[in-house]
């Protein structure tokens, strides 16, 4: 199946440093979303690029997306102990709305 | 109303039995989402409905998964003759007008088949 890709699978660090997760994928996308979710719980929308955007920021977050790579990446700053979650990349384009494994996010205080 | 609602929280069943599940989207999203998700994994995508009908149902894994939404808000996942294998969390989530959208998740059911 035509599944996103995160890596790393796993990632861990202290409080107050940046984490970086990347994702790719293999078909023409309208747009990529990343999600979190927190242990046991729901996902929640954190950020959408479109497919003629470079890069977007919200808050702690920034995304790029390169497409001619077909590939995207979240970066959290200066994180907290509450950024500990799975995170997920999602797209829609020409096939049906897929997830990857996630990143799991281990931040510690 | 508030966000997407899922009942059960969870369900448990025994080998062979139906189940239903059940999902109330964000009032007035067009678009509703189902997902099952095993430990480990990211969410699978089965179905996906733009209002009433089935926009997209290539994810449902066999005939014995069926889902409707006859008034194009509430949706129902139904699973007969549940397997083993069928355990996982059924999460569904809804959108405002479809698959280029945020999507708004509920926070799951989770389905133990015995």
């Known amino acids: 199946s035509q599944q996103g890709e995160e890596d790393p699978q796993a990632l861990s660090i202290q409080e107050g440093e940046n984490a970086t997760m990347n994702c790719s994928y293999k078909t023409s996308i309208n747009n990529l979303q990343w999600y979190r979710q927190n242990s046991g719980r729901g996902l929640v929308h954190l950020i959408l690029?479109?497919?003629?955007?470079r890069e977007k920021h919200s808050g702690r977050l920034r995304v790029t997306l390169d497409t001619s790579k077909k590939s995207s990446s979240l970066l959290i700053t200066a994180s907290r102990a509450a950024d500990t979650a799975s995170y997920f990349c999602?797209?829609?384009?020409?096939?049906?709305?897929?997830f990857g494994k996630g990143t799991r996010l281990s931040v510690i205080a | 109303g508030a966000g997407v609602s899922q009942t059960p929280s969870n369900k448990v069943t025994e080998k062979g039995k139906y189940v239903e599940l059940r999902c109330d989207p964000i009032?007035?999203?067009?678009?509703l989402y189902w997902y099952r998700q095993s430990l480990g994994q990211g969410p699978e995508f089965l179905i996906y409905?733009?209002?009433?009908?089935?926009?997209?149902d290539s994810g449902l894994p066999n005939d014995r998964f069926f889902a409707v939404r006859p008034e194009g808000s509430v949706s129902t996942l139904k699973i007969q003759r549940t397997e083993r294998g069928d355990s996982a969390v059924y999460l569904c989530?809804?959108?405002?007008?479809?698959?280029?959208?945020?999507?708004?998740f509920g926070p799951g059911t989770r389905l133990t088949v015995l």
């Open positions: 690029i479109r497919s003629n955007e």
């Open positions: 409905f733009q209002g009433t009908g089935a926009a997209d």
């Open positions: 009032s007035g999203h067009t678009a």
């Open positions: 999602t797209y829609s384009g020409n096939t049906p709305l897929v």
């Open positions: 989530a809804s959108s405002l007008w479809g698959d280029t959208d945020e999507q708004f």
